[in-house]
């Protein structure tokens, strides 16, 4: 729990404290998926993440698609009583897919749902493979998706035309200069529906309910909103500088992940016996790097149990070292300003 050695296991990846997830995890989210993978070939697979998700990415690319998707999909919640669970995870799972396979994404969608649902509850559960059990249908799911999206990649190149998408980035881009083979492409698509899926649900769930709770904070985020609508016509797309000034905005997602605790902890595992803090930790030990209690810390943030979104306009708390909201070190979340992007636009649109 203690701040300093949690940061010092997240920033010794190569002194050998490796990602040490779950066995039904790793089988379910693919060989080639980022967690399962180490040193060159990790460095490789985030890159290609990367050049799918980076601020630059965004700001040319997936911007105004992530506003397009948010416009349509939320406009189906108008005069309805909604289940704000159910309705932020389908959307967090259909937004990451539009921007995969913009034009396919509605027409797989209703097959797709079930099967990646069934492979995240597969993800999380005891790795015995007898049918009926989480993780026997979580692999079912598994080998469904990769059909799934194998007969997509290919029809995607028959029909030789081009879409402005990742798929299409992946596939054609000259720009692109990570080449995967299929496997890793497919667990690649696998790795960005499956990590901003629950992470970007629950926060756009969650700040529902601490916005509710304080109307002051509420009507900050509107007003920070209602100067970015004034310049623009309503059918106007966002444009990245507006996105930009969304100070506010930003500052209630990281209080909402940090009160909220959307990720309770990080997994590592030793790769040899270790000396930590004067304790022998023997090859193969799991670490759990519990930082839900630094998110509560009052050293770090004064009056930890209140939803304050204004201590994240103070300089210096985002880059903290001792934020671990995205996690740190070398696997410090790549999807950071892909997700803050898509939960900013959500509340931008449904607030
Ligand atoms: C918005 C809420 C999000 C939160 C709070 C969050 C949090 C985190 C944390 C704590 C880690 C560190 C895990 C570790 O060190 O083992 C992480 C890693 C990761 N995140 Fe996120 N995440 C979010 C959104 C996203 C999104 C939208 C994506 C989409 C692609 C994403 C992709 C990843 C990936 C691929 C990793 C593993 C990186 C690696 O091992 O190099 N995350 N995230």
Known sequence: MDPGLNRHILVNESKGLVPGYPQSMLDILGKCNIAAVHGCTHKYMRGALLALISPTMIKDQLLPKIDDFMRSHISKWDNKII?????????????????????????????????????????LSLPINFPNTNYYLGIQARKNIKSLLRKLVEERIASGRTHHDMLDYLLYSEKNKYKLNDEE???????????????????????????????????????????IRKKRRPEDPIDYNDYKSMCFTHAVIYETSRLATIVNGILRKTTKDMGINGCVIPKGWRIYVYTRENNYDPCLYADPYTFNPWRWLEKGLENSNYSFIFGGGTRQCPGKEFGLAEVSLYFFITL
Do not use: C, N, W
């Not at 960005?192 to 509420?218: F, Q, R």
């Open 185 to 227: 492409m497919i667990d690649l698509i696998i790795t960005i529906l499956y990590s901003g899926y629950e992470t970007v649900s629950t926060t756009a769930m969650m700040a529902i309910k601490y916005l509710h709770d304080h109307p002051k904070a509420l009507e900050e985020l509107r007003k920070e909103h209602t100067e």
């Open 83 to 123: 289940d704000i669970k159910q309705k932020t995870k389908e959307m967090a799972f259909l937004s990451s897919l539009t921007q995969i396979a913009s034009v396919e994404s509605v027409s797989v969608s209703q097959e797709f749902m079930p099967e990646f649902f069934k492979l995240v509850l597969g993800t």
